[in-house]
């Protein structure tokens, strides 16, 4: 079964950093554009930052460009969010997703997480 796992959500204070992971169980992340998105109660969800399967090329959106990153470490099968100067409204369910193709940020995701917590609040 393909699935992917998120990890590293927490409970974090306002201007503080938290790495969160992604891994896959039953395939390789190799040959996947990678994504990170997340969704805050009542709110759509959006797209923060893509990654291409080479891990050569990445996006961010605005709202969190210069504050987070996305990493990818092939050999190990994942990909990272490094989230620096958090803030209260960052507070969401963020979910990893992969998209086949060698694009950096897909027009669709074949696979999702489950999401992993963040809440940014002192």
């Known amino acids: 079964q393909l699935q992917l796992v998120e990890s590293g959500g927490g409970l974090v204070q306002p201007g503080g950093s938290l790495r969160l992971s992604c891994t896959a169980s039953g395939f390789t992340l190799k040959y996947f554009a990678m994504a990170w998105f997340r969704q805050a109660p009542g709110k759509e969800r959006e797209r923060l930052s893509c990654?291409?399967?080479?891990?050569?090329?990445?996006r961010h959106a605005d709202s969190v460009k210069g504050r987070f990153t996305i990493s990818r470490a092939r050999a190990q099968n994942m990909v990272y969010l490094q989230m620096h100067s958090l803030k209260p409204e960052d507070t969401a369910d963020y979910y990893c997703?992969?998209?086949?193709?060698?694009?950096?940020?897909?027009?669709?995701?074949?696979?999702w997480g489950q999401g992993t917590q963040v809440t940014v609040s002192s």
């Open positions: 990654i291409d399967s080479s891990g050569s090329s990445t």
């Open positions: 997703a992969a998209a086949g193709g060698t694009m950096t940020c897909a027009p669709e995701y074949d696979f």
